[in-house]
């Protein structure tokens, strides 16, 4: 038997069929993450499948890589639960190293990821959260330590829920030190359950608020995030609240609303289609404020069968909605092609209708190397960004256009738009951010 042969790395398949690109441990590891809502089911992979692959791939990558992973899903891809799960590998790999506890002080954003990313180190670790004191590393507790000062009392308050860890318990663990006199106070109350009860829409409602009063209230004060106003746009006309006032604040777009992904707007649009003129008002100006791409873009969407997938199990919005509303925000001068069994050019409509007219076509095949083999044959293209969860029938040409993007919207395992391609992780309006620096750093 011969040792002295040559390694051969096995063929990837996408789930349709073509031949996959090959990837290293980094890049597969980006892409299982950056479209990921952890531990939910996705077309062709279960959740559990997806969030074991991230947990192998990342016990392979650089330290310095897995850490700006992390940092790259929480503030370019604003996900929120796939970064902690990062930062357990991370925690896991990095024992001694400062690079730990930098990173969990800069991803943990919110009081409530202090706690979850307890109960998620626990799930990793195949512990219950109530046992998960062993598995703390020194550098971990220093970065929920630091992570900790961050907070004031209305954001403890507000995120001090009920479950297996509470933030008193993540204090106690990770033995927090307070900035001040004040702060110290402040842990304290939290440790007492003694905090002051924050002025939020679920406390009101909880308590037997009156549901129109709350609202407006609220609105009135500038006190409801815009993520909070968008979820419940149904609500608050059931509520009988004050039409103008819901709109004002819908078209204002305060509290947080950098923070909100294109697709929430799609979401809110279908809940209260009475609220959809201002909606798109809204959704238009956070266009305007999109970078312009010079020349002639072609941007190429993905409506095969396999984009009719909830992004949740709590959500009724699909992958389909998530590329078309990614789409629909491309500022610029824009051809607009649907693929499925064949392309289909549509009017370059921005906003909730260029999001409709996309998700209207929505049916068939992946045929992307027949789309992008069409689109190859167009004249004065500067530049070309496909939509897509990769997954071809087709054998994938090399684009023709010197630019070319491959924007991504699922976790699958293997994809085709490496190469030649400049690839692209994730539904986050940042995607589109990337395209303009990249290039701008091209010049």
């Known amino acids: 038997m011969r040792l002295n042969t040559k390694v051969r790395t096995p063929q990837g398949f996408t789930h349709e069929g073509a031949v996959a690109a090959p990837m290293n441990a980094e890049q597969a590891l980006r892409r299982s993450v950056m479209s ?33 992973l992390a940092i790259d899903a929480r503030e370019r891809g604003n996900l929120r639960h796939v970064p902690l799960l990062l930062l357990s590998a991370l925690a896991k790999r990095g024992a001694g190293n400062k690079v730990v506890a930098d990173t969990i002080a800069r991803v943990i954003q919110r009081a409530d990821e202090l706690s979850e990313l307890l109960a998620v180190h626990a799930k990793a670790n195949g512990v219950t959260p109530d046992k998960i004191k ?7 507790k220093k970065g929920l330590a630091r992570a900790f000062t961050k907070f004031d009392e209305y ?42 009860v924050p002025d939020t829409w679920e406390v009101g409602l909880s308590g037997g608020a009156d549901k129109k009063e709350t609202f407006e209230r609220l609105l009135r004060e500038g006190k409801l995030g815009y993520l909070a106003l968008l979820r419940n746009l149904r609500n608050m006309l059931e509520a009988g609240c004050d039409e103008t006032l819901v709109r004002d604040a819908i078209v204002a777009r305060k509290g947080g609303a950098q923070r909100v992904l ?10 209260a289609p009475q609220f959809e003129p201002a909606i798109d008002q809204a959704l238009s100006e ?21 984009m009719s997938d909830p992004l949740s199990s709590k959500s009724d919005l699909r992958r389909v909605d998530a590329a078309a509303a990614l789409a629909s925000i491309i500022n610029g001068d824009l051809r607009v092609l649907v693929f499925a069994n064949n392309v289909t050019e549509l009017a370059p409509r921005r906003g909730i209708a260029g999001v409709d007219n996309i998700v209207r076509h929505l049916g068939g095949g992946t045929h992307l190397g027949a789309a992008v083999a069409h689109v190859n044959g167009l004249k ?33 395992r293997h994809g085709v738009g490496y190469g030649r391609w400049v690839h692209i992780d994730g539904f986050s309006e940042n995607v589109l951010r990337f395209i303009q620096e990249h290039e701008g750093n091209d010049r």
């Open 36 to 68: 990921c809502l952890l531990w939910e089911n996705e077309f062709y992979e279960d959740g559990q499948e997806i969030s074991e692959r991230i947990c192998k791939l990342a016990g392979t990558v650089a330290i310095d890589k897995l850490a700006g």
């Open 134 to 140: 062993p598995k703390l590393s020194a550098q971990m």
């Open 155 to 196: 954001q403890l308050a507000k995120y001090d829920r009920d479950g297996a860890v509470r933030l008193r318990d993540a204090l106690f663990l990770v033995h927090a030190k307070p900035k001040d006199d004040a702060q110290a106070a402040l842990w304290k109350r939290l440790v007492a359950n003694e905090l002051t």
């Open 262 to 271: 294109p697709f929430r707007y799609v979401a809110a649009a279908r809940a």
């Open 286 to 306: 956070a266009i305007a404020e999109m970078p312009v791409l010079s020349g002639k873009t072609v941007v190429l969407v993905d409506v095969s069968g396999s």
């Open 380 to 412: 004065k293209i500067d530049r070309l960004i496909v939509i897509t969860d990769e997954q071809s029938h087709d054998l994938v040409p090399d684009p023709t256009v010197e630019r070319a993007y491959m924007i991504n919207v699922a976790s699958a």
